[in-house]
Structures are given as structure tokens and as C-alpha cells.
């Protein structure tokens, strides 16, 4: 299993970004993804996921109504548009797959959100 997550990056409040996470190694389709972040001194928290058919998406209460969680099957790739951005948003972002007791996360994109 690879995912390899990438677009993060400076951004000043109120900004934007995109994330990807491009996986490979299992059955795409048939998984649930999820973006967690960690920020320095705090531990990992789930920031969004989506349903292996991208019907059903759940989000962190503090990214509500400004993350977006897409993903294409065909492509292998999920996705975080990040909106409206906060200095707390500001982390280590990571996509995670996992089944049973088996967990798997990306090596992580960096965004920080600063003026």
C-alpha cells in the first residue's frame, strides 16, 4: 500500500488549498479514505472522510462548511479543498486507509497558514 499526498504549502487566512492523496497497492474503490492532520504538540485528529463511493462524508466540526472531501475511483485519488483558511488549521495532513486492524496513513503534506 502507497499514498502519497501532496499540495500543501504557505498560505496566508482566508486562503485556499487542494490537497491529493494518490494511492495504490489495494482496491481503491472499495474503501473508505480519510484526511487526518497533526499539529505540532497535539495529537492526530480525523479532519474529514468519505465513503468508498463518495456518497457519504463526514467532516471535523472546526472545517465544516470550508473543507470539501471528493474522490476519483478511476484515478485512485482523493482530495481536500481547504477554504476560508485558518491559522489553527495549520498541521500535518495525512490520508489514511485501513481495514480490520490494518491502518495505513502517507508520508503527509505540510500546510501552514500565516500572515
Known amino acids: 500500500v502507497q499514498l502519497v499526498e501532496s499540495g500543501g504549502g504557505l498560505v496566508q487566512p482566508g486562503g485556499s488549498l487542494r490537497l491529493s492523496c494518490v494511492a495504490s497497492?489495494?482496491?481503491?474503490?472499495?474503501?473508505?479514505m480519510s484526511w487526518y492532520r497533526q499539529a505540532p504538540g497535539a495529537e492526530r485528529e480525523l479532519v474529514a472522510r468519505?465513503?468508498?463511493?463518495?456518497?457519504?462524508?463526514k467532516y471535523a466540526d472546526s472545517v465544516k462548511g470550508r473543507f470539501t472531501v471528493s474522490r476519483d475511483n478511476a484515478r485512485s485519488t482523493v482530495a481536500l479543498q481547504m477554504n476560508s483558511l485558518k491559522v489553527e488549521d495549520t498541521a500535518m495532513y495525512f490520508c489514511?486507509?485501513?481495514?480490520?486492524?490494518?491502518?495505513?496513513y502517507g508520508q503527509g503534506t505540510q500546510v501552514t497558514v500565516s500572515s
Open positions: 468519505i465513503s468508498p463511493g463518495g456518497t457519504s462524508r
Open positions: 489514511k486507509v485501513g481495514w480490520g486492524s490494518v491502518i495505513h
Open positions: 497497492g489495494f482496491t481503491f474503490s472499495n474503501y473508505e
